[in-house]
């Protein structure tokens, strides 16, 4: 079946380390989208991709980076620069076209220790 | 810019009552609009979208919404509510412009009480 897929489902980092958390998907979409979740706060776009080999910047997208090299795979790494990094972190999918909706995947929660 | 606005960010209903959660959009041309659902330490999952075909949209688990363009309104509604509705719902508009980028609601938190 196809779909999208997160990794790891949690995640511990101490402070100061960088960490990547994975998402890769099988739906042959070309977007990809990395959300942030927190308490009362809804879902923040941290950083988003259109196409291969390119991306850009969401509204909060500080101590946050990101790769595009394959179509199936956008990986997030938060970096130590990123002062608050604990949260439920969601990666999101969608073919072309704004009808499409997105397709998410189940998430990671990252917890600093 | 478009945006989204949810009216009441917790909502509890008895068993068996009517669930209407309120959406609000702003966009300056005809939107897409969405709802989704997510479950605690899940994903979100789509229940219904608009796009611009009947403005009434039913989805899953007896889920629908109206697409009211003079109150610029996509409320969701199910007629009676069950236990496992219980979860957080998000109202989505699509931003239109060149890219597919979703604008998301704060989400409304669903309790249902027996």
């Known amino acids: 079946d196809g779909g999208i897929t997160q990794s790891p489902k949690y995640l511990f980092r101490k402070e100061g380390q960088n960490v990547t958390l994975s998402c890769e998907q099988n739906l042959n979409h070309d977007a990809m989208y990395w959300y942030r979740q927190d308490p009362g706060q809804g879902l923040r776009l941290i950083y988003y991709?259109?196409?291969?080999?390119?991306?850009q910047k969401g509204d909060i997208a500080e101590g946050y980076s990101v790769s595009r090299e394959k179509k199936e795979s956008f990986p997030l790494t938060v970096t130590s620069a990123q002062k608050n990094p604990t949260a439920f972190y969601l990666c999101?999918?969608?073919?072309?076209?704004?009808?499409?909706?997105?397709?998410f995947g189940s998430g990671t929660r990252l917890t600093v220790v | 810019a478009q945006s989204v606005t949810q009216l009441g960010s917790h909502v509890s209903v008895s068993e068996g009552a009517l669930v209407l959660l309120r959406c609000n959009y702003s966009?300056?041309?005809?939107?897409?609009l969405f709802w989704y659902v997510q479950y605690p330490n899940q994903g979100l999952q789509l229940l219904l979208k608009y796009t611009s075909a009947a403005t009434l949209v039913k989805g899953i688990n007896g889920f629908e919404a109206e697409f009211k363009k003079s109150e610029t309104s996509f409320h969701l509604t199910k007629p009676s509510a069950h236990m496992s509705d219980a979860a957080e719902y998000f109202c989505a508009v699509s931003d239109n412009g060149a890219t597919n980028k979703l604008i998301f609601g704060t989400g409304t938190l669903l309790a249902v009480q027996p």
């Open positions: 966009s300056s041309v005809p939107p897409y």
């Open positions: 991709s259109q196409i291969v080999n390119d991306f």
């Open positions: 999101a999918s969608s073919s072309t076209g704004t009808a499409s909706g997105y397709t």
